[in-house]
């Protein structure tokens, strides 16, 4: 029985026989257009980039806190 297997990327079909492996897909990867693109999108999306306003030299530019899950909590339900 041939199978087929469908990039999520570009709609592309490849057929592979039940229990075999499916590298085809695996080199359509490394060339896929719409795949690259997402993945450099990603990376993109993913890398923020701040700047130091009103900063010293020799502290940091953010002061660091404790997380409270109950003060949290309170502030966006006005439970606790």
């Known amino acids: 029985m041939e199978l087929k ?4 990327y570009c709609d592309n079909q490849y057929a592979y026989v039940q229990g075999g492996s499916t590298s085809s897909m695996g080199r359509h990867m490394d ?12 990376l993109i ?29 309170e502030m966006t339900t006005g439970v606790l």
């Open 5 to 8: 297997a469908q990039c999520n």
């Open 45 to 73: 999306q993913a890398t923020l980039f701040f700047r130091k306003t009103n900063a010293t030299t020799s502290g940091p530019a953010v002061r660091c806190i404790e997380y409270d899950k109950d003060l949290i909590k």
């Open 31 to 42: 060339t896929c257009k719409n795949y690259k693109d997402k993945v450099n999108r990603d």
